[in-house]
């Protein structure tokens, strides 16, 4: 079995594939730990996994690129590969991409769409616009991910400016975790934003893993 | 008080040290320093366009340009953009009073479901800067409301940001919209947010895409620099 990475690999280095198969998974770092519980739980065994680091997040113009680096640097040892992206803030230019090296990806805006379900989250539409989300990953990574890139470490102050438009911060959970869901209300607070506990579990991103596994 | 001699007396350094000494702090986001260098410049009979370009747009140049290099980030621009703001509270008015030169207007808002603002904040600051007049409608704007503001104000140019995926399509249905009025060529649109590249722009009919607060200020002022010369031609 694949020991688990820890949060702090998956956001830095990513994830090197290791375990062989029919079906290579170039996947964001932050989605790691659910597609390893996912192939476990359903015997993938024919999937492999391999992560980019999920801190391209914070700089979403370089996702694309170090995507299209990892196609190609695994496609001849691979019969099929999936990419576990979706937009991502690419603005399309994944997807455009991705159809051009002849690979498909998984749908949606961005992964808070795909857990909730793209169409429960689009049919929310604007009721969630104020909402901040996170997820199990960046609920353990908030520091990382949010607190310290934002300079709210260094720059209390700045909090209001970036998230004065924002009312509440919802936290998508994957995993039944009431450690987690303590974690995530004490970041509200942080962020003085009210706190919502919506489970989500694996939403559309299972669906899609599914729908690859039982298609190669 | 063991760095007090290390201070620097604003007051005691002549014009271009000051200058100088006003890109750093804005640099370091120092608003007080900021606002008291304005003051001290106002003082010595500057002009206030003249302390706007040189001292606080000049400084505020130097942040955008090392954000697009990466040599500075978010937080920091925030910051920056914080002091100058303060700067340009002191500004404002005496503008308004000394007559300072007009490049143009602008409309902008962030649109539709979007309630991002910080890099159109960050344009709308530039934008005043550089000598235009901005109206500035807030994020979550339907069409409704940008069609009302291009009637009531009468802009040359109109502003349309978005920072996501989802909502960065709704820049078309303005622009479409302007389309069925037939008032599309009446405006000069440009468009901006981080998932947005210069093929969308294009795609949505945009006159432009400008990629940070920057180029939108340089783009902007080229527009306005063909609409005189056309009208000088005509």
């Known amino acids: 079995m694949t020991d688990l990475p820890n949060d702090d690999t998956l956001t830095h280095s990513g994830l090197e594939a290791r375990d062989g198969g ?3 998974l170039i996947a964001c770092g932050a989605l790691a730990h659910e597609i390893l519980t996912l192939k476990r739980l359903n015997g993938w065994n024919h999937m492999d996994l391999t992560c980019l680091p999920a801190k391209l997040h914070l700089y979403p113009e370089k996702i694309t690129e170090a995507v299209t680096e990892s196609v190609e640097k695994n496609r ?45 989250f689009a049919a929310r539409g604007d009721d969630d616009m104020r909402a901040f989300f996170l997820t199990d990953f960046l609920v353990r990574q908030f520091d990382a991910f949010v607190w310290k890139p934002m300079g709210l470490d260094r720059h209390p102050e700045l909090r209001d400016m970036i998230f004065g438009n924002y009312t509440t911060l919802i936290y998508q959970a994957q995993t039944d975790d009431p450690a987690l869901v303590e974690k995530a209300r004490a970041c509200a607070d942080r962020l003085g934003l009210t706190f919502e506990y919506r489970f989500t579990g694996y939403g559309d991103l299972e669906k899609s893993l599914e729908h690859q596994a039982a298609k190669h | 008080m063991s760095d007090q001699e290390d ?76 002091a100058m703001k303060g700067g340009m509270a002191i500004l404002k008015p005496l503008l308004a009073e000394t007559g300072a030169p007009r490049v143009g207007k602008m409309v902008i808002g962030t649109v539709k479901g979007d309630i991002h603002d910080i890099g159109k904040n960050l344009v709308s600051m530039m934008m005043e800067g550089a000598g235009f007049e901005v109206v500035d409608l807030g994020i979550n704007n339907p069409v409704e409301k940008y069609l009302e503001a291009l009637e009531t104000e009468a802009p040359d140019i109109l502003g349309m940001s978005a920072l996501l995926t989802t909502t960065m399509p709704y820049m078309k249905v303005v622009i479409d919209t302007l389309i069925e009025q037939g008032k599309r060529d009446d405006y000069v649109v440009l468009v901006g947010g981080a998932p947005l590249n210069e093929e969308f722009g294009k795609a949505i009919g945009a006159d432009a895409y400008c990629r940070d607060a920057a180029v939108a200020v340089e783009t902007a002022k080229d527009f306005m620099a063909r609409k005189h010369n056309k009208l000088a031609a005509g």
């Open chain 1, 76 to 120: 001849l040892a691979y019969d099929h590969i999936f990419v576990v992206y979706a937009d991502c803030g690419t603005g399309g230019q994944l997807q455009a991409k991705c159809a051009a090296l002849g690979v498909e990806m998984v749908e949606g805006p961005h992964c808070y769409s795909f857990f909730e379900g793209n169409d429960s």
């Open chain 2, 7 to 82: 201070d620097i007396i604003l007051s005691e350094l002549d014009n271009e040290e000051l200058v100088q000494q006003m890109f750093d702090d804005l640099y370091d986001g120092l608003k007080e320093e900021i606002e008291e260098g304005v003051n001290i410049l106002l003082e010595r009979g500057w002009q206030p366009y003249q302390v706007l370009t040189e001292a606080l747009v000049g400084g505020m140049t130097i942040v955008g340009k090392d954000f697009r290099d990466g040599i500075l980030f978010v937080p920091e621009v925030l910051l920056a953009a914080n």
């Open chain 1, 22 to 24: 029919r079906i290579l």
